[in-house]
């Protein structure tokens, strides 16, 4: 059997249909999964149980083509190997930052390190060097905090002048200026990339204020 529906029915039904609609857009957005927050944390040389996941960061971001000393293919070994040194030199003049999620076990999401200058006519200033950030965690504001909090460990140690290099004419370098680095010059293939290819570098300072 048929049904005639009449014309005020008809225009009815799709007013019904919109706000039985209403409420699941509601609950999609309230079901949409928050970050977790990102806490830095200094790592010292006892600290070996974020080894692994140092050596994912560091294959992750040579081989997206970051210019950190290696060549692309970096092996696990090759890798591992290179943060076993990085944690010897742990102490009084290099440091090592990570950013993690601070919930849970804490997801390794970046890293950077500090070096200060040994030598006697240079007790002013020190190098910040890899900076490293997951390519699955970009656009977090994770290079921010990780450079903002070695500025501030170099400041309260009397560091007031940092140093860097970085691949020119890279992302990097936006991100260095953004933080209000200064770019002091360019070298031309200074290095060779991931990839093999001869690079040119730049070379950023930024001075800090003097806490002490």
């Given at each position: 059997?048929?049904?005639?529906?009449?014309?005020?029915?008809?225009?009815?039904?799709?007013?019904?249909?919109?706000?039985?609609?209403?409420?699941?857009?509601?609950?999609?957005?309230?079901?949409?999964?928050?970050?977790?927050?990102?806490?830095?944390?200094?790592?010292?040389?006892?600290?070996?149980?974020?080894?692994?996941?140092?050596?994912?960061?560091?294959?992750?971001?040579?081989?997206?083509?970051?210019?950190?000393?290696?060549?692309?293919?970096?092996?696990?070994?090759?890798?591992?190997?290179?943060?076993?040194?990085?944690?010897?030199?742990?102490?009084?003049?290099?440091?090592l930052w990570i950013a993690c999620?601070?919930?849970?076990?804490?997801?390794?999401?970046?890293?950077?390190?500090?070096?200060?200058?040994?030598?006697?006519?240079?007790?002013?200033?020190?190098?910040?060097?890899?900076?490293?950030?997951?390519?699955?965690?970009?656009?977090?504001?994770?290079a921010s905090q990780l450079m903002?909090?070695?500025?501030?460990?170099?400041?309260?140690?009397?560091?007031?002048?940092?140093?860097?290099?970085?691949?020119?004419?890279?992302?990097?370098?936006?991100?260095?200026?953004?933080?209000?680095?200064?770019?002091?010059?360019?070298?031309?293939?200074?290095?060779?990339?991931?990839?093999?290819?001869?690079?040119?570098?730049?070379?950023?300072?930024?001075?800090?204020?003097?806490?002490?």
């Amino acid at each position: 059997m048929s049904v005639a529906l009449s014309p005020a029915a008809v225009h009815a039904r799709p007013a019904r249909a919109t706000r039985a609609l209403a409420p699941l857009v509601v609950d999609a957005a309230v079901i949409t999964p928050q970050r977790a927050p990102i806490e830095i944390v200094k790592l010292s040389s006892r600290d070996l149980q974020w080894l692994p996941a140092l050596t994912n960061l560091l294959i992750d971001n040579v081989h997206q083509g970051a210019t950190l000393g290696f060549l692309a293919p970096l092996s696990r070994y090759a890798a591992l190997d290179y943060w076993h040194g990085v944690f010897a030199r742990l102490g009084q003049h290099h440091s090592l930052w990570i950013a993690c999620e601070s919930d849970g076990p804490g997801r390794l999401l970046g890293a950077v390190q500090l070096s200060l200058c040994p030598l006697a006519n240079a007790h002013h200033r020190g190098e910040v060097q890899r900076l490293m950030v997951h390519t699955q965690e970009r656009s977090r504001g994770v290079a921010s905090q990780l450079m903002s909090r070695v500025e501030c460990a170099a400041a309260t140690q009397g560091r007031f002048l940092l140093q860097l290099e970085t691949c020119a004419d890279s992302q990097a370098e936006a991100v260095f200026a953004h933080l209000g680095w200064q770019r002091a010059g360019q070298i031309p293939d200074h290095c060779h990339g991931a990839e093999g290819q001869l690079q040119s570098v730049a070379i950023y300072y930024k001075r800090l204020p003097h806490l002490v």
